[in-house]
């Protein structure tokens, strides 16, 4: 039976900031179910007024078949780097996801933002995505790089290239020795496609750069969702390994 982990879980919806024992549960429950050994609770860091981190750590000892960490998903925007480490100095996250969710202002991975695409030019806008997520990378705020192509979430795509604008964000990556997610939520999304897609999974298994596994779960019925999936797509993109993290450290453990 592989390691099977999910690094990516919410439980404080944007619409609900109610966080009962019971659906904390609920969440380990729906992990074991599909054969989970390992999660990692990782609400926005914009959240933090609204969560403990140590009622997640309480829920872990119920499930002692679960291994439970906690982390945070960090909201990268240049210029927040100061702002980001006083903030991470504030509690004693296992690990840090730091993912790119707007370019120059536009937070494109809201469905009531689509019509600002019309505003750009789909290859400059992959290209400051990328050169955004490049800086998140050698920012050594981050101990994960989430969502790696979050930016094809509404298939506004450059017709050709797309993965060539990736691979100066993948360098900085492998040269900041940072982990990826290979994160399923994209599946349910109109791209249609985990974050990364396979053609850039493969290249990240090429640089040698980790991979961990998320489904980026906003429910306790998504926790765990397609990672058995995932877990087979990172074996073919050459993954024998998959990261896993303590008090932001790294261990990488066998993928099956
Ligand atoms: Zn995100
Ligand atoms: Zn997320």
């Known amino acids: 039976m592989p390691l099977l982990v999910d690094y990516h879980i919410h439980t ?28 990692g609770f990782a609400e926005h860091d914009y959240y933090r007024p609204h969560f403990d981190p140590e ?10 078949r679960l291994v439970v960490r906690v982390g945070v998903e960090v909201d990268y925007v240049p210029g927040r780097e100061a702002e980001i480490r006083a903030f991470l100095r504030e509690w004693p996250f296992d690990f840090v996801i730091g993912s790119v969710h707007q370019v120059d202002g536009f937070s494109f991975d809201v469905d ?3 019509p600002q695409y019309a ?7 992959f ?15 981050f101990d994960i790089i989430g969502h790696l192509d979050l930016i094809k979430i509404f298939n506004f795509v450059p017709p050709q290239d797309a993965i060539n604008l990736a691979l100066p964000a993948l360098a900085a990556i492998a040269d900041a020795g940072l982990c990826i997610e290979l994160n399923t939520n994209g599946r349910h999304k109109p791209a249609h496609d985990f974050y990364p897609t396979q053609a850039l999974l493969e290249e990240c298994s090429r640089l040698g750069i980790p991979l961990t596994l998320g489904s980026d779960a906003h429910r306790p ?20 390994k998959i990261a896993i993290f303590s008090n932001r450290r790294r261990f990488l453990v066998p993928l099956g």
């Open 55 to 64: 009622r997640f750590q309480l829920q872990a000892k119920r499930f002692p």
């Open 12 to 39: 404080l919806g944007h619409d609900s900031f109610h966080q009962s024992d019971e659906e904390l549960a609920l969440y380990c429950q729906t992990a074991l179910s599909r054969g989970l050994k390992e999660i």
């Open 221 to 240: 019925q998504d926790a765990g969702r397609d990672i058995h999936l995932a877990a087979t797509l990172a074996w073919r993109a050459g993954y024998r």
């Open 127 to 141: 290209r400051r995505y990328y050169a955004c997520v490049a800086q998140a990378a050698a920012s050594g705020l």
């Open 119 to 125: 505003d750009w030019e789909t290859t400059d806008l």
């Open 112 to 114: 009531t933002n689509i």
